[in-house]
């Protein structure tokens, strides 16, 4: 997972840590906060699923224009949206990838994954995932759109209504390991018509 130092183990139980759970059931937050905004262009943060380890942003982007910052699968098209967290406490965290990245990160060190999402060429949605749960206090989101002339905006939430979220968020049944994935073949077709045939062609293709 790390290129450097810690075992296995302490590798997984980080790993653990940084990632949305696939043993919970969230629980729900509506935060319905504009984070930035012009006569063009609208960035809100919408809502946010909370899980024990920490919480999974939903930021959505409206622009006027034909044009829109975010594509689906998680990237940047090299017009980025910037999202950034500061805790109570001071840890700070971003969108913009580190570099190089850390060998084996602090357990407590705050963290902002980009974890996918959606758009066309007005409307676009991406989903941040942010590790570990914010302490008590207030939440500080920074924004910013360089590309489209929106400077570093500063919005200030109440941080309780996400600790209190992970509280309720539900394990389903207790984590076990990954299995190996291997290859599957493909269903067999039904005998003696058009997708048995086709799928003859392919092989026969390969």
């Known amino acids: 997972m790390w290129a450097m130092g ?4 302490e590798h997984e139980a980080e790993w653990r ?3 949305k759970p696939d043993n919970e059931l969230p629980a729900s937050v509506v935060l319905d906060v504009v984070l930035a905004e012009t006569p063009e262009v609208v960035i ?3 809502a946010a699923e909370v899980y024990r380890n920490g919480v999974d942003l939903r930021v959505d982007v409206r622009t006027r224009g034909d044009v829109i910052a975010y594509a689906a699968g ?3 098209i090299g017009d980025e949206v910037l999202i950034g967290v500061e805790y109570a406490d001071g840890r700070r965290a971003t969108n913009l990838p580190m570099w190089p990245p850390p060998a084996v990160p602090s357990p407590t060190e ?3 994954a980009t974890g996918g999402g959606s758009g066309g060429q007005r409307a676009a949605d991406m989903r941040l995932y942010l590790t570990p749960l914010p302490p008590p206090g207030t939440l500080t989101m920074v924004c910013a759109w360089p590309q489209r002339g929106i400077p570093e905006r500063v919005t200030v939430i109440d941080a309780e209504p996400l600790r ?4 309720r968020a539900r394990e389903l049944w207790p984590w ?3 299995g190996e994935q291997r290859p599957t073949e493909p269903p067999a077709a039904p005998p003696g018509g058009w997708f048995e045939e086709t799928q003859h062609r392919s092989r026969l293709r390969q």
């Open 110 to 112: 705050a963290q902002l």
């Open 74 to 76: 998680g990237g940047f």
């Open 164 to 167: 209190e979220a992970g509280g």
């Open 17 to 19: 840590r940084r990632i």
């Open 176 to 178: 076990e390991p990954r």
């Open 6 to 9: 810690g075992s296995d183990s």
């Open 44 to 46: 809100s943060l919408s």
